[in-house]
């Protein structure tokens, strides 16, 4: 399994980054995806789910401003964010189970500063 995240980079306090995951070695269209984050000295938490058959949940801190969505053709999982904030600054990673193991993609810093 592998999983490829890329789309970070600086952003501006109420700008938007788009994040991506590409999977591979996985059925992806059958597997529940998820996107977590962790800022320097925090726990890894999670961001944000879409299961197989598109239902979605976030974390209360970015309802309203963050959006996950797939795309099975492509085996590509995506989160939008809109209205960043310097609290959203954190390495974002995706993430998947298989088999009851998790699987992590390699990380992508986001850093919301002016």
């Known amino acids: 399994v592998q999983l490829q995240a890329s789309g970070g980079g600086l952003a501006l306090p109420g700008g938007s980054k788009r994040l991506s995951c590409a999977a591979s070695g996985i059925l992806f269209r059958a597997n529940t995806m998820s996107w977590y984050r962790q800022a320097p000295g925090d726990e890894r938490e999670l961001v944000a789910t879409?299961?197989?058959?598109?239902?979605?949940s976030y974390a209360d801190s970015v309802k309203g401003r963050f959006a996950i969505s797939r795309d099975n053709v492509r085996r590509t999982v995506y989160l939008q964010m809109n209205s960043l904030k310097p609290e959203d600054t954190a390495a974002y990673y995706c993430?998947?189970?298989?088999?009851?193991?998790?699987?992590w993609g390699q990380g992508t810093q986001v850093t919301v500063s002016s």
């Open positions: 879409i299961t197989s058959n598109h239902s979605t």
């Open positions: 993430q998947t189970q298989l088999r009851g193991r998790a699987y």
